[in-house]
């Protein structure tokens, strides 16, 4: 399967979870994303995807990820890829050995595709 049809599978399926769903931009989470420009931001959920979660046993796994603050931080709850256990129930990546380039594109393709979308 192609990374993009992995995405858009994977975003399909966590709208049907009621807990994903809740997660909502707000106006000036709106406003950040076009103030900054998409480039920042992917570049923005790059570096939390690699400097919060994708060591093999991240600092406060489960709590690394705030609710709000960042467009990115809301997408990342909305995608599941806000900690280690998530990521390993949702996208079937195990939690216990770091994360390779390929995941970690994956991740951030998924946070982007929700800010997208």
Not at 24 to 52: C, E, P, S, V
Not at 98 to 105: G, S
Request: hydrophobic residues 35%.
């Amino acid at each position: 399967m192609s990374p993009n049809n992995q995405i858009a599978q994977a975003l399909a399926s966590l709208k049907k979870s009621k807990f994903r769903a809740k997660f909502h931009l707000t106006n000036k989470d709106r406003q950040y994303i076009q103030d900054k420009g998409i480039d920042t931001i992917r570049q923005h959920a790059n570096d939390f995807i690699k400097t919060r979660i994708a060591h093999q046993n991240p600092k406060d796994d489960g709590k690394q990820t705030p609710m709000k603050g960042h467009p990115v931080f809301i997408a990342q709850h909305a995608t599941a890829t806000c900690c280690r256990g998530c990521i390993q129930k949702w996208h079937g990546i195990k939690k216990d050995k770091f994360l390779n380039d390929q995941e970690i594109e994956l991740l951030v393709g998924l946070v982007m595709g929700w800010i997208d979308g």
